[in-house]
């Protein structure tokens, strides 16, 4: 397996990332077969692994320190994030300096290692000050327990601001950025993608089967559910017009694949691989049949005639579905914001 730097950190990563999202309550609560789908992804060359503090609440972080403990952890780039609530104490979620140092404490004892080479901020927080943040990654870097740290779902303005900040306060920086990205969700391509390239960004997009769209289990006649259904409705409700038109595209993308010999989710996951931005997308796997499935993406290169048409089907830098983007601003969510005077 050929490695690739992971922007200008320095670290070399293997083309796919391996997701731990499905690892615990939110999908496999099977701890051995997570931990040997784990060991499998390893074997075949897999040397980055995303996990965070809120997945399955802690229980993931729990899974892949017992997947290191057997193996070299030191060959082994391990990625978390921290943002999300993780209980009912409204201090414990966000981007203060008090949460990030705390919760670091608590993944590094979750993951059972000494230290982390890419922390990330799962989501921007708008009532924090960005140097607040970077304060706190740039000692968690002085202290030796993360090696580099990014940002994940950040709106291109917002990393860039983040950079300028890091420059004027003398802090540390984000390296990488982990961005939503897909054929069906495409709205990075638009300023994400060129401003982290900019930087000399490594981008991690999650979700390259958007979200199981792309995974070969939708399309006409077929089953069209996703086991996330239930978490994000709005990604998925046929009733919901941007959805409707996911469902045409995949139908067509299905012949596509056909037509090139491939499977839906080599398709995707090679189309991801084709963006020069890109250092590593992160697969999900629930099941050892699904890693084996998209394993042998990085072996694909599609040429310019399958580009041109899924190009044809998603224009550059389109998102059919607002909700995709993974985040928006509060002044978009909340009216009393956008109103002077707010009843």
């Given at each position: 397996?050929?490695?690739?730097?992971?922007?200008?950190?320095?670290?070399?990563?293997?083309?796919?990332?391996?997701?731990?999202?499905?690892?615990?309550?939110?999908?496999?609560?099977?701890?051995?077969?997570?931990?040997?789908?784990?060991?499998?992804?390893?074997?075949?060359?897999?040397?980055?692994?995303?996990?965070?503090?809120?997945?399955?609440?802690?229980?993931?972080?729990?899974?892949?320190?017992?997947?290191?403990?057997?193996?070299?952890?030191?060959?082994?780039?391990?990625?978390?994030?921290?943002?999300?609530?993780?209980?009912?104490?409204?201090?414990?979620?966000?981007?203060?300096?008090?949460?990030?140092?705390?919760?670091?404490?608590?993944?590094?004892?979750?993951?059972?290692?000494?230290?982390?080479?890419?922390?990330?901020?799962?989501?921007?927080?708008?009532?924090?000050?960005?140097?607040?943040?970077?304060?706190?990654?740039?000692?968690?870097?002085?202290?030796?327990?993360?090696?580099?740290?990014?940002?994940?779902?950040?709106?291109?303005?917002?990393?860039?601001?983040?950079?300028?900040?890091?420059?004027?306060?003398?802090?540390?920086?984000?390296?990488?950025?982990?961005?939503?990205?897909?054929?069906?969700?495409?709205?990075?391509?638009?300023?994400?993608?060129?401003?982290?390239?900019?930087?000399?960004?490594?981008?991690?997009?999650?979700?390259?089967?958007?979200?199981?769209?792309?995974?070969?289990?939708?399309?006409?006649?077929?089953?069209?559910?996703?086991?996330?259904?239930?978490?994000m409705p709005a990604r998925y409700d046929l009733n919901e017009p941007?959805?409707?038109?996911?469902?045409?595209?995949?139908?067509?993308?299905?012949?596509?694949?056909?037509?090139?010999?491939?499977?839906?989710?080599?398709?995707?996951?090679?189309?991801?691989?084709?963006?020069?931005?890109?250092?590593?997308?992160?697969?999900?796997?629930?099941?050892?049949?699904?890693?084996?499935?998209?394993?042998?993406?990085?072996?694909?290169?599609?040429?310019?005639?399958?580009?041109?048409?899924?190009?044809?089907?998603?224009?550059?830098?389109?998102?059919?579905?607002?909700?995709?983007?993974?985040?928006?601003?509060?002044?978009?969510?909340?009216?009393?914001?956008r109103r002077r005077h707010y009843r």
């Open positions: 397996m050929k490695y690739y730097s992971l922007g200008k950190t320095g670290i070399k990563v293997s083309p796919l990332c391996l997701g731990a999202m499905m690892f615990g309550a939110w999908g496999n609560p099977d701890h051995d077969e997570s931990v040997r789908i784990i060991h499998r992804a390893i074997d075949a060359g897999i040397n980055f692994i995303d996990t965070a503090d809120v997945y399955s609440a802690g229980e993931s972080e729990v899974i892949v320190g017992k997947a290191l403990a057997s193996k070299d952890r030191s060959r082994i780039v391990l990625a978390t994030k921290v943002h999300a609530a993780m209980g009912d104490d409204p201090n414990s979620q966000g981007n203060s300096r008090r949460w990030i140092i705390a919760e670091c404490e608590n993944s590094l004892r979750r993951l059972g290692v000494d230290y982390i080479d890419l922390y990330q901020i799962h989501r921007p927080d708008e009532s924090v000050d960005i140097d607040e943040t970077l304060g706190a990654l740039s000692d968690l870097v002085h202290q030796g327990k993360i090696r580099t740290f990014g940002s994940s779902t950040f709106p291109a303005e917002q990393i860039v601001e983040a950079q300028w900040v890091a420059e004027r306060r003398g802090r540390e920086r984000f390296m990488t950025e982990q961005p939503p990205y897909s054929i069906l969700v495409r709205g990075i391509e638009r300023d994400v993608l060129p401003v982290a390239q900019a930087y000399g960004m490594g981008v991690i997009p999650w979700s390259p089967l958007a979200g199981g769209w792309l995974s070969g289990k939708f399309g006409e006649g077929k089953e069209n559910k996703s086991r996330r259904a239930e978490r941007g959805n409707q038109k996911k469902l045409e595209v995949v139908t067509a993308l299905s012949k596509l694949a056909d037509e090139a010999g491939l499977s839906m989710v080599e398709l995707a996951l090679a189309f991801v691989l084709e963006h020069p931005a890109v250092s590593a997308p992160i697969i999900g796997p629930r099941t050892m049949e699904q890693l084996e499935s998209q394993l042998r993406a990085p072996e694909i290169i599609l040429d310019a005639g399958v580009l041109d048409r899924i190009d044809e089907l998603v224009p550059p830098g389109t998102n059919f579905n607002a909700a995709d983007a993974g985040w928006s601003p509060k002044v978009l969510v909340k009216a009393k914001l």
